[in-house]
């Protein structure tokens, strides 16, 4: 089974072999690393561990927290495609897609941004209208979107008062990006942890260029 553990760790330098250290003595293997955000002599860093069968995920805590000055934001299964490449993947992709390019979006951004969907849409307060969207992305038939039509990205936490109530239960965060054409890209995933702003600004990055891309002529 692998895991997505979110940790908040000194920025020094050795940090990240004692926690590598400390999970490999417990057995368990990290399979990638991303470092989120760096600053204030902290480090935020994403790492996917796979837990063995006979292995509990409270001793995955109990072996990182064996490191002094380390902290668990957040622990949850992770299912998603394990790659060192993804944004040079997808990047690559984009080049390809023509008026793919949405359904290209939603289907490859929640590997690339370890979220859980995505959903490429546009509209007001009023109603939506959905233009792709992934296999895990939920319904927004009726789900009220104050926050559009959207100029800027933006951090969707899960305890905002238009977030519907199963969502807030199930600690959907999300986060959103203009796109192409009065579009919107829409990022979630259960359980959180929430969107950090590195992540959001990842986000803005590769709907810019999928937005630049998407306008050339083709050749």
């Excluded at 290209?104 to 490429?120: C, D, Q, S, T």
């Excluded at 959905?130 to 959207?150: K, M």
């Excluded at 933006?154 to 579009?183: H, I, K, N, T, Y």
């Amino acid at each position: 089974m692998s895991y997505l553990l979110r940790l908040v760790v000194p920025d020094r330098p050795g940090i990240l072999g004692a926690v590598a250290t400390a999970l490999g003595l417990a057995g368990i293997d990290i399979v990638s690393v991303d470092v989120l955000e760096r600053g204030d002599g902290i480090a935020v860093d994403d790492i996917v561990v796979e837990l063995p069968e006979d292995r509990v995920v409270d001793g995955l805590i109990t072996a990182v927290m064996t490191v002094p000055g380390v902290q668990v934001e957040s622990l949850r299964p992770f299912s998603g495609q394990l790659d060192t490449h993804r944004e040079l993947e997808l990047l690559e992709s984009l080049g390809r897609a023509g008026s793919g390019t949405a359904a290209l979006l939603a289907g490859e951004l929640p590997r690339v941004l370890h979220a859980g969907w995505a959903a490429v849409l546009a509209g007001t307060t009023d109603g939506v209208s959905v233009h792709a969207a992934s296999e895990a992305a939920p319904d927004l038939t009726g789900v009220a979107l104050p926050w559009l039509p959207l100029t800027a990205p933006v951090l969707l936490p899960s305890e905002e008062d238009w977030v519907p109530a199963l969502w807030q239960e199930m600690a959907v965060e999300m986060m959103a990006a203009p796109f192409d054409g009065g579009a919107v890209v829409l990022l979630g995933r259960s359980g959180g942890p929430a969107f950090r702003r590195s992540e959001l600004l990842r986000l803005t990055h590769l709907t810019g260029i999928a937005a630049t891309v998407a306008q050339l002529p083709p050749v």
